[in-house]
């Protein structure tokens, strides 16, 4: 799979006088990106930036050369995003109808949804899910769906936000095991460590900037020194 | 009630047909003033929505529910008015919500969905758009168990705290989490895509 690059160029972002991102310049094009860091570090403004959910204060964020601040609506196509609580990201009563929210707005025929959300749920092998009402779900059907209404989209960069904050350990493996499966660029904000150990890429976020940007074993000694400081 | 897969005959009608036949036969029934008329249309009622194959665990609690509800409504109308009056009144509200049950339960949510919208489409000559109106239909019925758990949740803590019987220890954290809430569906309806103006082949 072809892989847009992203590119943040001197990204600053200010909520009222509040910096929480300041001068970020980096181009993301590895398959595999983490991003680790304190609670309050600008990790999710980091990861919201990669499909305009944020736009910038100062600077510019490029997805393939779109610009998010004139072209969200492609890059959102581009850029999938799984929150951390996914109960709060399926919008429709019954988890079929979620999965094919999402390509409505693409405004595919309806065959066609229906052959993609019958695909999805098959490679995630949650097909049984396909009828059940979405409330009825346990914490790990509800992440799965959620990956699974990105993942229908075709997008060929998905971003977690804290997928795993809310799993149990087998429903953790269980995403872990997807996330590792995917064709996509994964680029994961987490706190949790082990999930990037197969990573080729993890920055660690510290106030508003990057603090480190490496190797996985590396990246995670300086977020443990920085932690223990 | 939202439908699951069901598979009968009454699945495989076109929703349009079945809602305007449910329309039709709810008005017919307030003509029909026979009580064994209506006794016959509501066991017919009842062999329809036994014929489409509905899980009786879904049926069950609103079955329940129904139940006691036309019980009270008889025995106030009976009071009221006459026994009779009361059962022909009873048979015609039980008969239409088994006929509902029928139609509600073989029909897929999505579809019902298009329906309004395409039912509510003149709206769009006053402004109206019928498609954020059946997103925003779909929303709340998606969104009330979750804002259940939330309240069962403070409820328990505020229990917890010895605050459970304090309606504002209850209403202002549940207030807040509704808004947090809020705020995160409407990034995820952001990040999926959702425009409000709807595509070409939705208007």
Redesign the interface.
């Known amino acids: 799979m072809d892989l847009p690059s992203i590119r943040l160029e001197n990204v600053s972002v200010r909520y009222d006088d509040r910096a929480v991102l300041r001068d970020v310049s980096i181009s993301l094009d590895e398959q595999r990106i983490g991003v680790i860091g304190a609670n309050g570090a600008g990790k999710s403004t980091l990861s919201?930036l990669l499909?305009g959910?944020v736009l910038p204060t100062d600077g510019a964020v490029h997805v393939g050369g779109l610009n998010t601040r004139q072209h969200s609506?492609q890059i959102?196509?581009e850029v999938?995003?799984v929150?951390q609580?996914p109960?709060?990201?399926?919008?429709?009563?019954?988890v079929s109808?979620d999965i094919?929210?999402?390509l409505?707005?693409?405004?595919l025929?309806k065959s066609e949804r229906q052959q993609r959300v019958a695909e999805t749920l098959d490679e995630l092998n949650i097909s049984h899910l396909?009828?059940r009402?979405?409330?009825t779900l346990s914490g790990g059907e509800q992440q799965m769906v959620a990956l699974a209404?990105?993942l229908a989209?075709q997008p060929r960069t998905i971003v977690f936000d804290e997928p795993t904050t809310m799993l149990d350990l087998r429903n953790r493996l269980a995403l872990q095991h997807e996330i590792a499966k995917l064709s996509q660029r994964a680029i994961v904000v987490t706190h949790d460590l082990e999930i990037l150990e197969d990573f080729e890429r993890v920055l660690v976020i510290t106030d508003g900037t990057i603090a480190f940007d490496g190797d996985p074993a590396e990246a995670i000694a300086h977020y443990r020194q920085w932690s223990h400081a | 009630m939202?439908a699951?897969?069901n598979s009968s005959y009454l699945a495989r009608i076109k929703p349009g047909w079945k809602f305007g036949a449910l329309l039709v036969l709810s008005i017919a029934l307030y003509l029909i003033t026979s009580w064994i008329v209506l006794l016959a249309l509501f066991i017919a009622s009842a062999g329809l929505l036994l014929s489409a194959r509905v899980d009786p665990k879904q049926l069950r609690l609103p079955l329940i529910s129904i139940t006691v509800i036309l019980g009270i409504v008889f025995v106030l109308l009976g009071i009221q008015t006459d026994w009779l009056n009361a059962l022909r009144s009873v048979l015609r509200l039980l008969t239409m919500c088994l006929l509902a049950y029928s139609v509600s339960l073989t029909t897929?949510?999505?579809a019902m969905l298009e329906l309004f919208q395409q039912v509510a489409s003149p709206i769009r000559f006053v402004g109206g758009n019928p498609a954020q109106i059946a997103?925003a239909f779909?929303?709340t019925?998606?969104f009330i168990?979750?804002l259940k758990?939330v309240y069962v949740e403070v409820r328990e803590a505020q229990h917890a705290r010895g605050l459970a019987n304090n309606p504002l220890a209850v209403t202002v954290p549940l207030v807040i989490r509704s808004l947090k809430?809020a705020e995160?569906?409407a990034?995820?309806?952001?990040?999926?895509?959702?425009?409000s103006d709807p595509?070409?082949?939705?208007r």
């Open positions: 919201r499909n959910l609506k959102r196509r999938g995003f929150f609580n109960a709060n990201q399926i919008i429709m009563p019954i109808d094919a929210f999402g409505k707005n693409l405004s025929p396909a009828d009402e979405s409330h209404s990105v989209m | 939202i699951a897969n897929k949510f999505e997103l779909s929303m019925i998606r168990p979750e758990k809430i995160e569906t990034e995820a309806l952001d990040a999926r895509g959702y425009d595509a070409p082949h939705q």
